[in-house]
């Protein structure tokens, strides 16, 4: 009976770092340095790159931030439409894990990076989150 206790409590403590650890701006709201050219999405370990080419991007990131803060567990952590890039923190429905989802306006278009934390593997969901929010817009 102890060992489920001590399990229980593991998990516990797992689940509030997960959720309560600090989201570093410094670390996750950085300039895009690898903009691409060519439109879609690419994969990347533990995340997505994507790149939609338009004339004017500033409009297409404002658009995609009303998208983003419209879509559930999503928060802004930092960046404006005026900054030319925004990070959103967009966490999963049970554990409430954290995958960092940057877009930045460039000459060319709309970059998006979306990326998790934690792990080495998102199983395919921040290329699903890409694909969605692209389609939309």
Partial sequence: MMAFWVLLACLLVIAAYVRLGPDVVERWHQPLALMPTASGIVDEPGGARGFLPMADAG??????AALVEAT??????????????????VRSAVWGFPDYVT??????????WSRLRYGRSDLGMNRARLEAWFARL
Avoid: M
Wanted: aromatic share 2%; no cysteine; hydrophobic share 45%.
């Fill in 72 to 89: 559930p567990r999503a928060t802004r952590l930092a960046g404006s439409v005026d900054e030319g890039r925004i990070t959103w923190v």
């Fill in 103 to 112: 877009a930045e306006a460039g000459p060319e278009g709309l970059a998006v």
């Fill in 59 to 64: 409009a297409g990131l404002d658009r995609l």
